[in-house]
């Protein structure tokens, strides 16, 4: 077999593994901090952070809010704000001109935060069309094995990949069928454990920068724009995703220009019975 054939198998295995240890999954109770930034240069304009209880379900993941804080600038200073009833997580920040102080007329960055860290549509809140470490995800992309390394002193394959169309961006997973000629725009590295074939870390980029029409009709450009994401082995075949970011640069409509950042930190993994159930306190009304 050649280093591509040999990639494919190896990550069609890990798929594989990862898919049917879902059940074994939903044992594990876990927490989650989510934190993220929007800066403009260096300064920041808002700061969140927000932490969880995480329930696994089989296809998806029950959160619950346990803490959240936020600041947003106002002048040359940095105000708190309380947790937005009924909204999902975003960053905000206030409208040019806007008045008040309670940030009324502050504007989310389309939830985007919540779109990263608590996709409906994924076991992990990971969204998946992100890494190409499930059945689905795999054809679009072509994988080449350069060898093998050690992490964490286990053995790893070091795997490459790439997109394998390169015509039409398709980024929504949850098309079915998906478009014709449709392609992820990630390339990057996985390492997969030679033992249990689980992904131990994955970093993505994007494989073609934002398309020279884009940019100059519509004023929109991203830089930087890719991801990481580790996973922590907690029992025999069981790993779960550890840490997971982002950081990238987007500008619009030749003005608006922010950087934006997003880290997802998982901890105290705890093996549940498998037939118990776990409620949550009302929030006093």
């Known amino acids: 077999?050649?280093?591509?054939?040999?990639?494919?198998?190896?990550?069609t295995k890990t798929a594989d593994n990862t898919s049917s240890a879902a059940e074994t999954r939903r044992r594990?109770?876990?927490?989650q901090r989510i934190r993220s930034s929007l800066l403009r240069g260096s300064e920041a304009?808002?700061?969140?952070?927000?932490?969880?209880?995480?329930t696994p379900q089989k296809k998806t993941t029950e959160k619950k809010l346990i803490s959240f804080s936020g600041e947003c600038r106002q002048g040359q200073r940095m105000v708190p704000y309380s947790q937005p009833a009924g909204q999902a997580p975003g960053l905000k920040e206030r409208e040019a001109g806007g008045k008040g102080s309670?940030?009324?007329?502050?504007?989310?960055?389309?939830?985007?935060?919540?779109?990263l860290a608590s996709d409906p549509h994924s076991r992990d809140g990971i969204p998946r069309q992100l890494f190409p470490l499930s059945p689905g995800e795999q054809k679009y992309y072509k994988f080449t094995l350069k060898g093998e390394t050690t992490i964490k002193d286990r053995r790893a394959y070091d795997i490459r990949f790439e997109p394998l169309v390169h015509q039409g961006v398709c980024v929504d997973s949850n098309l079915d069928p998906p478009p014709e000629g449709c392609f992820r725009p990630w390339k990057g590295k996985v390492w997969v454990d030679a033992e249990e074939y689980q992904p131990?870390?994955?970093d993505t980029q994007l494989a073609k920068g934002i398309p020279w029409d884009v940019r100059v009709l519509m004023g929109i450009n991203i830089r930087q724009l890719g991801f990481s994401l580790t996973y922590q082995r907690v029992a025999d075949g069981v790993?779960?995703?550890a840490t997971y970011g982002t950081e990238f640069s987007i500008t619009v409509f030749w003005g608006y220009k922010r950087t934006i950042t997003m880290s997802m930190e998982n901890s105290d993994f705890r093996k549940t019975d498998a037939q118990s159930t776990i409620q949550f306190d009302s929030p006093d009304p």
């Open 200 to 202: 131990i870390r994955i």
């Open 28 to 31: 594990y109770v876990y927490q």
């Open 239 to 241: 790993w779960f995703p």
């Open 45 to 54: 304009i808002c700061r969140e952070s927000r932490e969880y209880t995480v």
């Open 1 to 11: 077999m050649g280093a591509d054939s040999d990639a494919l198998a190896i990550m």
């Open 102 to 115: 309670d940030f009324d007329g502050r504007v989310t960055l389309a939830g985007l935060m919540n779109d």
